[in-house]
């Protein structure tokens, strides 16, 4: 009888790797689901490598590429963080183009003369500022996070024509435009936010404590954790993140227009939506945000390559917020098909 037990145990010892293959192909598959905008790159810019092949293999239009995608970069990051809070944020756009326009008035016109590197700090700080007041709005007064900031929306468009009307080209130090200017500045710098937001949110408390709140708000409180509290930094850290879009804007765009990173906020939606982003929280990698940041930009790129009209660019922007939401839900079907397979 022993020996049989013994033959049986070597039995099952010889057969457990056949359960593995399943394992191995299951994670495969999830690791397919879960970088999707990695592989919706690929897919893009073959098809328009293939059609324009005079333009898109170029290494300029691939660099150019990236470095026009950083503004509206920030801005996706922003979102992003308030999305894994179950939360948004549809003020960022707006918000950062009244960063740009008051930083530019107080730097050019009311305190000329500050020092370069306080002109760059100010734009990040009066973001924290104002993402500070979106945060209470919602963490500490309970306010619907939805209306609370499309109020903020509508008093920052507002606000920035209140504080001028049209653009500012002049009156800024070198340092100051050089940063979003330069592309040799630029790409470094974002992808050192990108890699430095990626180690909070997975090595820090704070950053696992945004997916727990997200993840389900009664549970996080019953652990210990204070969702007011972690709602107010996160939204106050995307604020930052709006007032970097701001610098970064007023570098890449030479000036501050009144109609800066108008109309931003649901191509932000949608490029932290496409990278993994779960719409409802406490769940998303912030480096597959990144590819949803490369994705729109490569989206841009290919619609100029073919001299698309402006007009129809914007309805096809619009298709694209939509097709972003049937991506999520689709990814999210396939995701739970294949975690419940045996």
Known sequence: MSGRVQNAAVG???????????WDKKRLQLLFVDNLAWVLIIVFYTIFAILRPEGMLKLS??????????PLGFIVVGVSLC?????????LAEMTGFIAMLSAMIITKWFPGIHPVLCVLIPVVLG??????????????????????LGA??????GTLLLHSYPIYSGFPKLYMAIGRDPSNAVPLFFAFILLVA????????????YAVGGNKRSAAMLGLNPARITFFTFS???????????????????VPPSMAD???????????????????????????????????????????FNVNPYLRRVIFGLLVVVAIVINKTRNYFRDRILQTA
């Open 12 to 22: 099952s010892v010889v057969k457990g790797p056949e359960v593995r293959p399943r």
């Open 128 to 149: 924290f500022i104002g993402g500070a007041i979106n945060g209470y709005m919602v963490g500490y007064l309970g306010l619907n996070p939805f209306l609370a900031t």
């Open 199 to 210: 180690f909070i949110l997975k090595y820090t408390p704070f950053g696992l404590h945004i």
């Open 237 to 255: 850290l995307a604020g930052g993140f709006a007032g970097l879009a701001a610098l970064f804007y007023t570098g890449y765009l030479h000036s």
């Open 83 to 91: 999305q894994l809070l179950g939360a948004m944020d549809l003020s």
């Open 263 to 305: 109309g931003d906020i649901f191509m932000a939606f949608a490029g932290a939506i496409i990278g993994g982003i779960e719409q409802q929280g406490g769940r998303g990698s912030i480096i597959n945000v990144l590819a949803g940041i490369i994705f729109l930009a490569l989206v841009e790129a290919g619609l100029s390559m």
């Open 61 to 70: 239009t691939l660099s150019f590429m990236l470095y026009s995608s950083i």
């Open 153 to 158: 929306f509508m008093a920052y468009e507002g």
